[in-house]
């Protein structure tokens, strides 16, 4: 073989030294550094001592699926029923419920039913006014403080965007909330901790705080626990992604134009390359056989 | 005459034309674009957005 022979590397028998050098480190680094971030990401997982979650069949699932947003409302009924008592959703205003789960009126009305600290009046003093469209949700407890005083030390996190930040999202928030269990043999609790597999470390401050018949739905679902988890975890997919299925539309209508515009690319890329494609190449390699 | 050759001399050949032409359907191709999609979608999803069960409510 000579340095002549056809080769798929001959670009790169041109290069300088340095040049291949630096393509080479760049490789390995960049190769090296994602094997490092994947391996780090997997042993997380394996490290994980919580119990694996199943994948349920959400019905927002499929790329062009909107939020069931009966399921939304029922998940309102049963955040504000159940959850609201210890979790805040302290990003979220009433406004942003009329049309996605409630009417105007009813947003209102339940915006009316409570007393939020607005003020300084000409007095300076602070004064309780009825809630309207523009207030956030009131949390339960003034600060994070409370809440632990409240707890025994636990801290009640937001719920507003707590679909996106938990690994699993909806799946692990549903597991947890319908897999409260006796602790097995050998697991020690404190005093106001709870057993959940599905909790990283078992011990949660957290009592179950869904049942059978917990709460009475008013369009008549039979309000079972998994059936007040499934709404609650999809009223919270909603609350962490109110765009949720604005964005889906928007990708319906982005891969029809995209189709469009790949024709016409398709299309030039056939014509710029139609002189290439059609040409014949004679080659007489007459050096070689030349006595 | 071919179908590219007509739209060359009536659509291509001028600019001025064309600029209308590219207009004038951009237009008309955005509306259809949006009525379609966003049919389809209600179509898919249907019984779940609010506008399909807001009704009860009000």
């Not at chain 1, 339940?110 to 006014?129: H, L, S, Y």
């Not at chain 1, 404190?190 to 009475?216: K, R, S, T, V, W």
């Amino acid at each position: 073989m000579t340095s002549s022979t056809f080769s798929f590397f001959k670009a790169a028998s041109r290069w300088s030294k340095n040049h291949k050098f630096f393509l080479t480190s760049f490789g390995v680094l960049a190769g090296g550094g994602s094997s490092i971030i994947y391996a780090l990401e997997q042993s997380i997982h394996a490290s994980n001592d919580a119990a694996h979650v199943a994948k349920q069949k959400w019905n927002h699932n499929g790329w062009f699926d909107t939020l069931d947003h009966a399921s939304v409302r029922r998940g309102w009924e049963v955040y504000k029923n159940v959850c609201a008592a210890c979790h805040s959703v302290e990003y979220l205003a009433y406004r942003e419920l009329v049309g996605v789960c409630l009417t105007e009126n009813e947003a209102k009305a339940e915006a009316a039913e409570q007393m939020i600290e607005d003020g300084p009046d000409e007095t300076g003093a602070m004064f309780k006014r009825p809630g309207k469209l523009s207030d956030l949700i009131p949390k339960p407890y003034p600060n994070e403080e409370a809440a632990r005083y409240a707890n025994n030390g636990a801290y009640p996190p937001d719920l507003t965007y707590i679909t996106q930040a938990r690994i699993d999202g909806e799946n692990y928030i549903f597991s947890l909330l319908t897999g409260y269990m006796d602790p097995p043999a050998g697991v020690v609790l404190a005093e106001n901790q709870h057993f959940n597999p599905y909790f990283p470390g078992g011990a949660i401050g957290m009592a179950q705080a869904l049942y059978d018949e917990i709460i009475e739905y008013e369009d008549g679902t039979p309000a079972t626990q998994s059936q007040c988890a499934k709404d609650v975890v999809t009223f919270l997919k909603w609350c962490a992604e109110p765009e949720h299925d604005t964005r889906k539309l928007f990708a319906m209508k982005a891969f029809t134009i995209l189709g469009v515009l790949n024709l016409v690319v398709w299309y030039l890329h056939r014509h710029y390359w139609s002189v290439m494609k059609t040409r014949k190449i004679f080659q007489s390699p007459k050096s070689l056989f030349k006595k | 005459m071919s179908i590219v050759n007509v739209l060359y001399k009536t659509v291509l050949k001028r600019p001025s034309r064309f600029f209308v032409v590219v207009a004038v359907t951009s237009l008309f191709f955005e509306r259809t674009v949006d009525i379609g999609i966003e049919s389809l979608y209600d179509r898919i999803n249907r019984g779940k957005q609010w506008k399909d069960i807001s009704s009860k409510y009000e």
